[in-house]
């Protein structure tokens, strides 16, 4: 029981919110309303894969500097309530999950699987070499809303890619917020991330100004897709949820940190996700 509770801790099941009701939306306008279940079971299962897998394969990457760093010392890996070998024969599972799902869903998915996968691995090494690593983890997660598309479509859709824009940009900008807390270290221990190359405000700056691009994508999705008023609610709604955000963090000010990163923040793509529904229903 201890090793299953340290499994789920480990994965985080609650941050699977961020990239899955987007996925949902890639395949929502493809279908042009709900898709059928065999398409949402096998979408469902390759994201929860993928992003499984895309976690475990982070935490095994970073083990060592998770291990350094006093803020994730405790943090599951590099605490020892998992080996590394359990956690790595996870990640091979997951990845078997990825290209299962994949060809359950169509020939295309199944053929950009492998591209997926390097996108998921190259990702963890970023923060060694460029400060740029947020916006490239955001892009990762926004293979999500493409990857729905082609899901069901069986198609690349170039207008899918300002959906993908949408949520690159969204998560680069929580993720700088969320990496404040690891200036000093990121610092001392020669990582890149915004936070460590521009400070607390320029950090902060950055984090806002792809929140405000964040918007504008979702605002070019909708008129790519021609959606109507209903889903431009959901976008005012959302973008209220990021500007509450930014008024709950500040510099010098990150003890809600976490409520603003992973609390509100879930909550954003679920928004966008019943606001198209609703739409693409009336």
Same mark, same amino acid.
């Given at each position: 029981?201890?090793?299953?509770?340290a499994f789920?801790?480990?994965?985080?099941?609650?941050?699977?919110?961020f990239?899955?009701?987007?996925?949902?939306?890639?395949?929502?306008?493809?279908a042009?309303?709900? *898709?059928?279940?065999?398409? #949402?079971l096998? /979408?469902?299962s390759?994201?929860?894969?993928?992003? +499984?897998?895309a976690? $475990?394969?982070? =935490?095994? /990457?970073?083990?060592? !500097?998770d291990?350094?760093?006093?803020?994730t010392?405790?943090?599951v890996l590099?605490?020892g =309530?998992?080996?590394r070998?359990?956690?790595?024969?996870?990640t091979f599972?997951c990845?078997?999950?990825?290209?299962?799902?994949?060809? =359950?869903?169509?020939?295309? $998915?199944?053929?950009l699987?492998?591209?997926?996968?390097? $996108?998921?691995?190259?990702?963890?090494? +970023?923060?060694?070499?460029?400060w740029?690593?947020?916006?490239i @983890?955001?892009?990762? !997660?926004?293979?999500? *809303?493409?990857?729905?598309?082609?899901g069901?479509?069986?198609i690349?859709?170039? &207008?899918?890619?300002?959906?993908?824009?949408?949520?690159? +940009?969204?998560?680069?900008?929580?993720? !700088?917020?969320?990496? $404040?807390q690891?200036i000093?270290?990121?610092?001392?221990?020669?990582l890149?991330s915004?936070?460590? =190359?521009?400070?607390? &405000?320029?950090a902060l700056?950055?984090?806002?100004?792809?929140?405000? @691009?964040?918007?504008?994508?979702?605002i070019?999705?909708?008129?790519?897709?021609?959606?109507?008023?209903?889903?431009?609610?959901?976008?005012?709604?959302?973008?209220?949820?990021?500007?509450?955000?930014?008024r709950?963090?500040?510099?010098?000010e990150?003890s809600? #940190?976490? @409520?603003?990163?992973?609390?509100?923040?879930?909550y954003?793509?679920?928004?966008?996700?019943?606001?198209?529904?609703?739409?693409?229903?009336?």
């Open positions: 029981m201890n090793r299953i509770k789920f801790s480990l994965i985080d099941i609650g941050h699977t919110l990239g899955l009701p987007f996925a949902y939306l890639g395949a929502c306008l493809a042009g309303g709900l *898709p059928g279940g065999h398409d #949402v096998w /979408i469902t390759a994201m929860i894969g993928a992003r +499984t897998a976690l $475990c394969l982070n =935490r095994l /990457i970073d083990y060592h !500097i291990k350094a760093n006093p803020r010392a405790g943090w590099p605490s =309530r998992l080996s070998k359990a956690v790595g024969f996870i599972l990845l078997i999950l990825l290209f299962f799902s994949a060809a =359950r869903l169509n020939n295309l $998915c199944f053929k699987a492998p591209l997926a996968v390097v $996108c998921l691995y190259f990702y963890s090494f +970023t923060k060694r070499f460029t740029w690593c947020h916006f @983890l955001g892009a990762v !997660i926004g293979l999500g *809303p493409i990857g729905g598309y082609i069901v479509a069986g690349i859709d170039g &207008r899918t890619f300002l959906l993908g824009m949408a949520v690159a +940009t969204w998560i680069a900008g929580f993720d !700088i917020m969320y990496a $404040c690891d000093e270290f990121d610092r001392a221990n020669g890149y915004i936070p460590a =190359r521009f400070g607390e &405000r320029g700056r950055f984090s806002a100004a792809f929140h405000i @691009l964040a918007v504008i994508f979702m070019g999705a909708g008129a790519a897709f021609r959606l109507s008023w209903w889903y431009y609610t959901g976008v005012a709604i959302a973008a209220l949820v990021l500007a509450i955000e930014h709950i963090v500040r510099p010098g990150f809600r #940190v976490n @409520l603003a990163s992973f609390g509100l923040n879930r954003v793509s679920l928004i966008i996700l019943i606001a198209a529904l609703i739409d693409m229903r009336f």
